[in-house]
């Protein structure tokens, strides 16, 4: 403000403020602060006018409104702006929600039923099979050596007495007690051998021995391999016996016995010993 340019007062509220220059109030009226009804009074003259009613005053109340419309319809643009986006997060997340659960559907329907005659299971061992496990109490001493699988044309070393076996599913006679003194230092006979809980665990496990047969198997020749393995104390497995007398050596049964003594057995479980034979290839 000039020293001889009268200056404006303004109502704010029940407040008078000023005296600020003209255009202080100008720009009032742009940044919104001071509305066209907003009454102001020119130092001297004695009485408060509108902001409209001052001549020198109007053409920026006309611009201050013309931008008030078009701040007005930016704001509103960019809100609609906002809700599109939003609305098209929100499907976006609904299809690939709606597309992991068609995946997840198909990975389970393809995990039970079979695809070209063969289990996804199947599938992903190649040409490995494994053939139904059965279950006895544990015979075998450590000293055991190989053993080579049944229809070799090869015999246990003399003074190893055979392994009975309870094929899965099958119950001793009814009426019939194992003999006395047949029974392990942890009280199991025959009879309480927990067939379903060891399968169980075997069904859940037998993946993890693949690798290890995949380490001997040899491109275009069948292999048999069968394998035993005892439940020792706490459910823990101690030993593995691989009946391949070809595979003396391999460090296959290294492999499986790591692998074995990460399975989780339980306690009740010790005592117990375990068949299972993997086809390798196909005869023929």
């Known amino acids: 403000m000039g020293p001889n340019e009268p200056g404006w007062l303004f109502r704010d509220g029940d407040l008078i403020l000023g005296p600020v220059p003209a255009q202080q109030i100008i720009d009032r009226l742009y940044a919104g602060d001071l509305l066209p009804q907003s009454e102001v009074q020119l130092m001297g003259s004695g009485r408060f006018q509108k902001v409209i009613e001052i001549p020198e005053f109007k053409l920026h109340v006309a611009k201050a409104e013309a931008k008030k419309r078009v701040d007005g319809?930016?704001?509103?643009?960019?809100?609609?702006?906002?809700?599109?986006?939003?609305?098209?997060?929100?499907?976006?997340?609904?299809?690939?929600?709606t597309l992991g659960l068609v995946v997840a559907a198909i990975g389970s329907y393809l995990a039970v039923h079979p695809l070209n005659g063969k289990s996804a299971e199947e599938l992903a061992w190649g040409d490995i099979t494994i053939d139904a496990p059965t279950i006895s109490k544990a015979?075998?001493?450590?000293?055991?050596?190989?053993?080579?699988?049944?229809?070799?044309?090869?015999?246990?070393?003399?003074?190893?007495?055979?392994?009975?076996?309870?094929?899965?599913?099958?119950?001793?006679?009814?009426?019939?007690?194992?003999?006395?003194?047949?029974?392990?230092?942890?009280?199991?006979?025959m009879g309480e051998v927990d067939e379903a809980g060891i399968n169980q665990v075997v069904a859940k496990n037998k993946a993890s021995l693949i690798p290890c047969i995949k380490t001997v198997?040899?491109?275009?020749?069948?292999?048999?391999?069968?394998?035993?393995?005892?439940?020792?104390?706490?459910?823990?497995?101690?030993?593995?016996?691989?009946?391949?007398?070809?595979?003396?050596?391999?460090?296959?049964?290294?492999?499986?016995?790591?692998?074995?003594?990460?399975?989780?057995?339980?306690a009740a479980h010790s005592g117990n010993s375990v068949n299972l034979s993997f086809n390798v290839g196909k005869k023929g």
Request: proline fraction near 10%; hydrophobic fraction near 30%.
């Open 217 to 266: 198997a040899k491109p275009g020749v069948f292999l048999k391999i069968p394998i035993e393995f005892s439940i020792a104390e706490a459910g823990k497995v101690s030993k593995v016996w691989v009946d391949n007398s070809d595979l003396k050596g391999s460090g296959l049964e290294e492999c499986l016995l790591k692998e074995l003594q990460k399975w989780p057995f339980k």
């Open 73 to 97: 319809h930016e704001r509103e643009h960019h809100s609609e702006q906002k809700k599109k986006t939003t609305r098209g997060l929100a499907i976006g997340v609904g299809v690939l929600v």
């Open 139 to 189: 015979k075998r001493s450590s000293s055991d050596e190989f053993v080579d699988y049944q229809g070799s044309g090869k015999k246990p070393p003399s003074g190893t007495a055979p392994i009975a076996r309870l094929p899965t599913g099958t119950k001793p006679p009814t009426g019939t007690k194992p003999p006395l003194g047949n029974s392990d230092p942890d009280g199991l006979s």
